[in-house]
């Protein structure tokens, strides 16, 4: 049984450079501007930390959330990481250029991010920058870390798009499609945060589960 104890924002961040000094393991929440990633955060840790709004790309800083975590009578401090959406259209290209390098050489360089979720709008599987974060995600994964796909509102497929879908992800398995990138670490959930209780899709338990056993690098049992 996991139980999420605590949780506060911690502060926000433009580089890696002013980015809070990281004292747990963390998890990156990256993906389309509105693709669900304050939504999810918010469902996982259980209060409404993350600004969620239907406008998309504002978020446009690097936000912090620090949490505790009870698993097996054990503390678990988790830091949970908002990254502005990629791909964001209402700022010029240079803008999202430098933009881009920042998030990149953060995502890189900070040693304490354990697990990457990539946050995919189930309706739009083969968008070419989610295509371009995946395969940018395989290039820099490193051995204790791994990289976890989420396909969102899975609540918006019709009945045969969703079963295509799980079939996709949990009876075959779901490769990047860049015959470039060693995809080991990469494995796949399908969510929605409205309908909750559909067994094609992982639970709020399921995904917090998953969640402890990638950053504790448990991936082989738990
Ligand atoms: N139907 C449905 N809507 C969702 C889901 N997750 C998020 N949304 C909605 O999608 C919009 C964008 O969500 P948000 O979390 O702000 O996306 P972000 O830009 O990636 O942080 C909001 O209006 C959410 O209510 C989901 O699983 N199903
Ligand atoms: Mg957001």
Not at 3 to 14: C, D, L, M, P
Not at 46 to 68: D, E, R, V, W, Y
Not at 74 to 95: C, E, H, M, W
């Amino acid at each position: 049984m996991i139980q999420v104890i605590e949780s506060r924002f911690v502060s926000s961040a433009s580089h890696l450079d002013n980015a809070p000094p990281p004292n747990a393991s963390e998890v990156v929440f990256l993906g389309r501007s509105n693709v669900g990633k304050s939504t999810l955060i918010n469902a996982l840790l259980n209060k409404p930390l993350a600004k969620s709004s239907s406008t998309p790309g504002k978020t446009q800083l690097i936000n912090f959330f620090a949490s505790m975590w009870i698993w097996h009578n054990q503390r678990l401090p988790l830091t949970f990481i908002d990254l502005p959406g990629f791909g964001y259209a209402k700022v010029s290209k240079n803008v999202k250029k430098e933009w881009e390098k920042h998030l990149f050489r953060f995502l890189l360089m900070r040693q304490s991010i354990k697990l990457f979720l990539h946050l995919v709008d189930a309706r739009h599987t083969n968008m070419a920058i989610d295509l371009s974060v995946a395969t940018m995600l395989a290039q820099i994964c490193r051995a204790d870390q791994c990289i976890l796909r989420i396909y969102t509102k899975a609540d918006k497929l019709n009945q045969s798009a969703l079963n295509a879908l799980h079939k996709r992800v949990y009876i075959q398995e779901d490769k990047v499609q860049d015959a470039d990138t060693d995809d080991m670490h990469t494995h796949s959930l399908l969510f929605s945060a409205v309908n909750k209780n559909h067994r094609k899709m992982a639970s709020l338990t399921h995904l917090r589960e998953e969640i402890i056993k990638y950053t504790l690098g448990l991936e082989n049992g738990i």
